[in-house]
Nanobody, 119 residues
Framework: QVQLVESGGGLVQPGGSLGLSCVAS????????MGWYRQAPGNERELVAVITSGGSTNYADSVKGRFTISRDNAKTTVSLQMHSLKPEDTAVYYC?????????????WGKGTPVTVSS
């Protein structure tokens, strides 16, 4: 079992920056791929960024060059640094941990932290 707790959301003006953090409790954090997803009202949840257990990263096209995902295995934390924020980045941001256990994909989710980009 992995428990995920996000923090850092809030209100920011367009063009501003914000950092999100997700602290994981449980075992074997370093073996999980960690990701950030977001869901805006009326929309489906979408992938924002992911970082594998090996440190490889992947980003949604809409955030490339603006967002950076990182992980600290010693602190069991994954972070998302967001710059040049746009109103369309407004959403609830969720932390995700996933890996295969016995050929089954296991997913854990946090409860989310809201981000509002507005003037």
């Amino acid at each position: 079992q992995v428990q995920l707790v996000e923090s850092g959301g809030g209100l920011v003006q367009p063009g501003g920056s914000l950092g999100l953090s997700c602290v994981a409790s449980g075992s074997h954090f370093s073996t999980y791929a960690m990701g950030w997803y977001r869901q805006a009202p009326g929309n489906e949840r979408e992938l924002v960024a992911v970082i594998t257990s090996g440190g490889s990263t992947n980003y949604a096209d809409s955030v490339k060059g603006r967002f950076t995902i990182s992980r600290d295995n010693a602190k069991t934390t994954v972070s998302l640094q967001m710059h040049s924020l746009k109103p369309e980045d407004t959403a609830v941001y969720y932390c995700n941990a996933r890996k295969y256990i016995s050929s089954t994909m296991v997913n854990y989710w946090g409860k989310g932290t809201p981000v509002t980009v507005s003037s």
